[in-house]
């Protein structure tokens, strides 16, 4: 669907997180993930005031869902700074200037002192309530065929939890990742095409992997966008985790804030006012006794009750579809999630077992006219109040039109609510790390060692290593290039090492795990080519094999393959054998029959020997039989 954004007035800012490939940013612990837990510890935690003297919604809101956060840690791998109990050590010196080369390849300019502050975040995923944070540079720009775009802050701070299981009541969170030194780079709104977005976010990405101390991999970058449109709200969306799924994220965005705007004007247009959506629950129970309705037949089973509240004319309003498959009622939904399972509500009635005859029975009790909707929730009774609390809450919003709040990428483009949007007030000083000083002689040295861009690195590849642009690209792209240079540093030839990492690898997506595949098993592999104990056609099936056993060597995997290159005399009495057995072919065809022999030949061979020996030993059999 294409909107005129312009007329929509489209705003987007994006705010782009990537782990930097250092130790950890307040102590020296390593920054790795680790599978094996060696002990455990539980915290609560509550809101504190920022220097505003303020409680920020959004952590307000986190209080009241009462978790307890379970925290899984490792001896080797854990310290007691990240259990909160022992104070941050100075930051990390190589994150500080990873952070500043990021700024200066991004047109940002350092600022000279750097002083970190604490950001409330209280939904467990940080041991003690709150990230350290800190602005390194400000005013950097993208430039892009719509317009520049700024970017006013660049921030290096700590990455959260790792989360591992939500259960009732809890959430288990592994220390592994708490504390990786992340960067943080935000831009101003000035994005007004979502095309325009994923070009920006290209542009930072590349400038990040110039470093070449990001981490790689799933979940070391998070790419959050801000949304807006006119007439709508701001809207942050969190987590995208793909470059090409930006702009459908928010020309979907764009087509809720569309719907909520239809839906706020026609509720306006019926006389719907906020004081209208009145807290009283009516219990429905009695009408439900002998349902057919499995989920709440359970819940009357176990003691609890279906309560039921009415919405003035919101009929037909709560089943409108404002993104594809999602509805009001979707989001009515996705609020009362912090205390019930789902909803039931009148536009999607009769359905899961509720019969017409009992949705008839609930409007007779509720006094329902023609346009009024009701809205049921079967749990414990307090429980049920809870949710339809929240419930009441999203209606008394949707007569306004779009509310500011946070919500989760999902991987079809859609998106789902998470909490109220952060205010301000969520800030207070660090008092345990001093402020830094960025001298100019650092900054000196850091803008006379930039590395290059991504762009500059493809066209030194075409230039010097005379290799294919689409080879170039995907290297860069992939994140390979560093492994590309280190193979021709060993003494491979670039068009063989380009075509390895990109052709062959890439071939084996759908066959095998490539993502197992390490860097050392792929160097390996090409060491035992160069020392002539391999063919090149080995590495297929010694990739596959890895893929499916990283634990192995390239070597081990050759050697149980069969795949170890056999000696120039093993070769030929193999090709002397074919040759036998196809000697009637020859001699009617003569050189004619280098193909087919070829053929036979490289069956056997395959992985086995260098594919130019096999061929020049099959030309050499067949013009000495035709002698």
């Known amino acids: 669907m294409e909107f005129n954004y312009k007329e929509l007035e489209l705003k987007v800012g994006l705010e782009i997180h990537r782990q930097l490939d250092t130790k950890k940013?307040?102590?020296?612990?390593?920054?790795?993930?680790?599978?094996?837990?060696?002990f455990t510890f539980q915290r609560r935690l509550r809101p504190t005031m920022s220097e505003l003297g303020e409680i920020d919604p959004a952590a307000l809101e986190e209080f009241k869902?009462?978790?307890?956060?379970?925290?899984?840690?490792?001896?080797?791998?854990?310290?007691?700074?990240?259990?909160?109990?022992?104070?941050?050590?100075?930051?990390?010196?190589?994150?500080?200037?990873?952070?500043?080369?990021?700024?200066?390849?991004?047109?940002?300019?350092?600022?000279?002192?750097?002083?970190?502050?604490?950001?409330?975040?209280?939904?467990?995923?940080?041991?003690?309530?709150?990230?350290?944070?800190?602005?390194?540079?400000?005013?950097?720009?993208?430039?892009?065929?719509?317009?520049?775009?700024?970017?006013?802050?660049?921030?290096?701070?700590?990455?959260?939890?790792?989360?591992?299981?939500?259960?009732?009541?809890?959430?288990?969170?592994?220390?592994?990742?708490?504390?990786?030194?992340?960067?943080?780079?935000?831009?101003?709104?000035?994005?007004h095409h979502?095309?325009?977005?994923?070009?920006?976010?290209?542009?930072?990405?590349?400038?990040?992997?110039?470093?070449?101390?990001?981490?790689?991999?799933?979940?070391?970058?998070?790419?959050?966008?801000?949304?807006?449109?006119?007439d709508g709200a701001r809207i942050e969306i969190k987590g995208v985790q793909e470059l090409d799924m930006i702009p459908l994220i928010i020309e979907r965005e764009v087509i809720r804030q569309i719907n909520l705007v239809e839906i706020s004007k026609e509720l306006k247009k019926?006389?719907?006012?906020?004081?209208?959506?009145?807290?009283?629950?009516?219990?429905?129970?009695?009408?439900?006794?002998?349902?057919?309705?499995?989920?709440?037949?359970?819940i009357i089973k176990q003691g609890g009750k279906v309560l039921a509240i009415k919405l003035p004319k919101f009929r037909g309003l709560i089943g409108m579809e404002i993104q594809p498959g999602r509805r009001l009622g979707t989001e009515m939904a996705d609020r009362a999630k912090k205390y019930v399972k789902g909803i039931f509500h009148i536009d999607e009635l009769p359905n899961y077992g509720i019969t017409q005859g009992e949705v008839h029975a609930v409007i007779e009790r509720l006094k329902l006219g023609d346009e009024d909707a009701f809205v049921l929730v079967a749990a414990e009774e307090e429980t049920a109040k809870k949710a339809l609390r929240e419930v009441l809450q999203r209606a008394r919003e949707a007569i306004e039109g779009v509310p500011e709040e946070t919500r989760r990428a999902l991987p079809d483009g859609n998106t789902q609510y998470m909490r109220p949007l952060p205010g301000k007030a969520r800030m207070?000083?660090?008092?345990?790390?001093?402020?830094?000083?960025?001298?100019?002689?650092?900054?000196e040295e850091i803008l006379a060692n930039l590395p290059e861009y991504p762009q500059q690195r493809i066209e030194r590849y075409i230039r010097?290593?005379?290799?294919?642009?689409?080879?170039?690209?995907t290297l860069v792209n992939d994140e390979r290039d560093e492994l590309f240079e280190e193979?021709?540093?060993?003494?491979?030839?670039?068009?063989?090492?380009?075509?390895?990492?990109?052709?062959?690898?890439?071939?084996?997506?759908?066959?095998?795990?490539?993502?197992?595949?390490?860097?050392?098993?792929?160097?390996?592999?090409?060491?035992?080519?160069?020392?002539?104990k391999i063919a090149k056609e080995?590495?297929?099936?010694?990739?596959?094999?890895?893929?499916?056993?990283?634990?192995?060597?390239?070597?081990?995997?050759?050697?149980?393959?069969?795949?170890?290159?056999?000696?120039?005399?093993?070769?030929?009495?193999?090709?002397?054998?074919?040759?036998?057995?196809?000697?009637d072919a020859i001699r009617a065809k003569g050189m004619g029959a280098m193909g087919m022999i070829m053929g036979r030949a490289m069956a056997k061979l395959r992985g086995k020997a260098d594919g130019r020996l096999v061929s020049s030993l099959v030309r050499k059999k067949i013009q000495e039989f035709d002698r």
């Open 65 to 191: 869902k009462g978790r307890t956060f379970v925290y899984e840690g490792n001896y080797k791998f854990s310290d007691l700074v990240y259990i909160d109990e022992e104070p941050p050590h100075s930051p990390d010196e190589e994150a500080l200037r990873v952070s500043l080369q990021i700024a200066y390849l991004l047109n940002a300019t350092p600022v000279d002192e750097v002083h970190f502050m604490r950001k409330i975040v209280i939904d467990g995923s940080n041991v003690s309530g709150f990230q350290r944070t800190a602005i390194i540079a400000m005013n950097g720009k993208v430039d892009t065929p719509w317009g520049s775009v700024g970017i006013p802050t660049i921030c290096l701070e700590e990455d959260a939890c790792r989360i591992i299981e939500r259960e009732d009541g809890k959430v288990i969170y592994r220390l592994d990742r708490l504390g990786i030194p992340l960067v943080e780079i935000a831009t101003t709104p000035d994005i």
């Open 538 to 583: 080995a590495f297929e099936e010694i990739f596959i094999e890895l893929a499916n056993h990283p634990e192995k060597s390239a070597l081990q995997v050759a050697e149980e393959k069969g795949l170890t290159l056999l000696s120039e005399e093993e070769v030929e009495k193999i090709i002397n054998e074919i040759i036998q057995q196809n000697t």
């Open 428 to 443: 207070y000083p660090e008092t345990d790390i001093p402020p830094i000083l960025i001298t100019d002689e650092m900054k």
């Open 270 to 298: 019926r006389g719907v006012r906020e004081e209208d959506i009145v807290e009283e629950f009516y219990d429905v129970t009695d009408i439900f006794e002998n349902t057919k309705s499995k989920i709440i037949a359970r």
């Open 194 to 230: 979502p095309e325009q977005a994923k070009v920006v976010a290209k542009f930072i990405g590349d400038a990040l992997r110039a470093t070449k101390k990001v981490k790689r991999g799933l979940g070391t970058i998070r790419q959050d966008l801000n949304v807006s449109i006119k």
């Open 464 to 473: 010097e290593y005379k290799i294919d642009k689409s080879l170039a690209e």
């Open 25 to 38: 940013l307040f102590s020296p612990a390593p920054s790795e993930l680790y599978d094996k837990v060696g």
């Open 487 to 532: 193979l021709i540093t060993m003494g491979v030839k670039p068009s063989l090492a380009a075509s390895i990492l990109v052709v062959v690898l890439k071939g084996l997506k759908k066959e095998a795990p490539i993502e197992n595949i390490t860097d050392e098993h792929i160097k390996e592999a090409f060491e035992l080519l160069l020392q002539n």
